[in-house]
T-cell receptor, first 112, second 110 residues
Framework: NAGVTQTPKFQVLKTGQSMTLQCAQD?????MSWYRQDPGMGLRLIHY???????DQGEVPNGYNVSRSTTEDFPLRLLSAAPSQTSVYFC???????????FGPGTRLTVT | DAKTTQPNSMESNEEEPVHLPCNHS???????IHWYRQLPSQGPEYVIH???SNVNNRMASLAIAEDRKSSTLILHRATLRDAAVYYC???????????FGSGTKLNVKP
């Protein structure tokens, strides 16, 4: 199993650009989530999904959209990038809600 | 949402036990206590979780106070590879959200 994969590893955007961060898991997990981590801080939940077709907002959802058309994939879309969205983004999955989460390696995003 | 309080940093000597405390005075009866750790430049990694009873696994032990208002993650023999930020998180059954605090940065000295 590859576990949780994220692409790209690094990305630089200009203010106002949009892009999609990809996340995929091959463990048939129901629950998937996106976090951001700013320098020296803990993780903050952006959006999560409890299954295909079901998504909900986390702690800091503004400026981000998600969709979950398949069990495997959970892309995160930045609508109009802002410097405040410069961060490291982590995707995670778990078998069911509340169980052990597996994290991807992260995407380091810089918005100039 | 229930909150946790952890020391910002702790230091340990290699091959000695480490006790990482976490206070969660507002915990409810259905909240699970989860611990994750994050090594430098990596995503968080699951360590252990429990509800009421003490728990052991190959990585660590979790000691939960009788009133559940605090818990302690125990690393029995710290190694240099255990240097990481350790997060204590509460998760309610039926809720779908994980809230990470700032965690405890553990430094292990050789």
């Amino acid at each position: 199993n590859a576990g949780v994969t994220q692409t790209p590893k690094f990305q630089v955007l200009k203010t106002g650009q949009s892009m999609t961060l990809q996340c995929a898991q091959d463990m048939n997990h129901e629950y998937m989530s996106w976090y951001r981590q700013d320098p020296g801080m803990g993780l903050r939940l952006i959006h999560y999904s409890v299954g295909a077709g079901i998504t909900d907002q986390g702690e800091v959802p503004n400026g981000y959209n998600v969709s979950r058309s398949t069990t495997e994939d959970f892309p995160l879309r930045l609508l109009s990038a802002a410097p405040s969205q410069t961060s490291v983004y982590f995707c995670a999955s778990s078998l069911v809600r509340g169980s052990e989460q597996y994290f991807g390696p992260g995407t380091r995003l810089t918005v100039t | 949402d229930a909150k946790t309080t952890q020391p910002n940093s702790m230091e340990s000597n290699e091959e000695e036990p480490v006790h990482l405390p976490c206070n969660h005075s507002t915990i409810s009866g259905t909240d699970y206590i989860h611990w994750y750790r994050q090594l430098p430049s990596q995503g968080p990694e699951y360590v252990i979780h429990g509800l009421t009873s003490n728990v052991n696994n190959r990585m660590a032990s979790l000691a939960i106070a009788e009133d559940r208002k605090s818990s302690t993650l125990i690393l029995h023999r710290a190694t240099l590879r255990d240097a990481a930020v350790y997060y204590c998180i509460l998760l309610s059954v039926g809720f779908n959200k994980f809230y990470f605090g700032s965690g405890t940065k553990l430094n292990v000295k050789p």
